[in-house]
């Protein structure tokens, strides 16, 4: 039947910045699908656990610096499988912004972002493909993009790079990945209320402005984005690959 296609049961996932925000929903929601989780973040991530916890499933907390993936990649991989017994799902989901001006963007602030937005996601894809590719049952990788994978938005060109990069990326990674079986997708959430976009909430005439041109005419909610990742995550999305799936209230319609 249909929504057996949808179910997790077995699968272990990765989910890189699930203490709080977007990673938390998309966590939250792959467990409730049926998966295990391992959780990734610098911060902690008692809240995240205890909701998956309290759903009967396995969860583990691995407390990582994503700003330099080269060295934390293989370490994160290697402990979840030693805590789980396998990687079936990656969420690539850690993200941070930087607003300044572009003729003044420190040099500090394009390589932060440049490292944890898509030189981390780099790293710990090829570690955790190497992992699906020697268990041999396939797998899912799911990057997060941004309507900045696909316009330029102002005062973050080090988001605005690190996202189009990222889009780029989950389509080498499908040429390269889908003769394993492993399939490579990204979500583009629209505009989420999160810590990411308090000080433009927080600043009337951005918030105004950017409604406005929703479609929908409300902020997205980290709930929103639930029903995606379980999607790209299982057995129903298996014939697509390499696509940067939308989920943003219309925004890029307008
Ligand atoms: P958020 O509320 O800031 O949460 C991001 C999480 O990642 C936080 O727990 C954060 O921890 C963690 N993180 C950041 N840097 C890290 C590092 N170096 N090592 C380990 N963990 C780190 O952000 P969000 O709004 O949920 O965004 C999640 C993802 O969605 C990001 O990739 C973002 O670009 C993307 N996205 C968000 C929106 C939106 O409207 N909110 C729209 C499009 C795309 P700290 O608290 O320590 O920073």
């Known amino acids: 039947m249909i929504l057996d296609l949808f179910k997790l049961d077995g699968k272990v996932a990765v989910v890189t910045g699930s203490g709080r925000g977007i990673g938390q929903a998309y966590a939250v929601a792959l467990a409730e699908a049926g998966a295990d989780v391992a959780l990734v973040d610098v911060i902690p991530m008692d809240e995240t656990a205890a909701k998956i916890e309290a759903l009967g499933r396995k969860v583990c907390a691995v407390t990582a610096d994503l700003s330099n993936g080269e060295t934390a990649a293989p370490a994160i991989i290697a402990e979840v499988v030693k805590q789980l017994g396998g990687v079936d799902i990656l969420v690539n989901n850690a ?33 955790a493909a190497r992992q699906m590719i020697a268990q041999g049952r396939g797998g ?20 605005a790079a690190s996202k189009g990069g990222i889009k780029s990326l989950t389509m080498l990674m499908a040429n390269e990945l889908a003769a394993h079986g492993i399939c490579t997708n990204a979500i583009a959430p629209g505009y989420i209320a999160t810590e990411n976009t308090r000080p433009i909430r927080e600043n009337p005439a951005r918030n105004e402005a950017i409604l406005n041109r929703i479609p929908a005419g409300r902020w997205g909610t980290p709930e929103d984005l639930m029903s995606a990742v379980v999607f790209l995550a299982s057995p129903a999305s298996d014939y697509m690959n ?6 943003d209230g219309g925004w890029l319609a307008r």
């Open 242 to 247: 390499g696509h940067t799936l939308a989920v």
């Open 95 to 127: 993200g941070i912004i930087r607003r300044e001006p572009f003729t003044e963007h420190s040099a500090k602030n394009w390589n932060d972002v440049l490292s944890v937005n898509l030189s981390t996601p780099f790293f710990l894809s090829q570690a």
């Open 140 to 159: 899912k990788i799911i990057n997060i993009a941004s309507m900045l994978s696909f316009q330029g938005g102002i005062l973050v060109p080090g988001y």
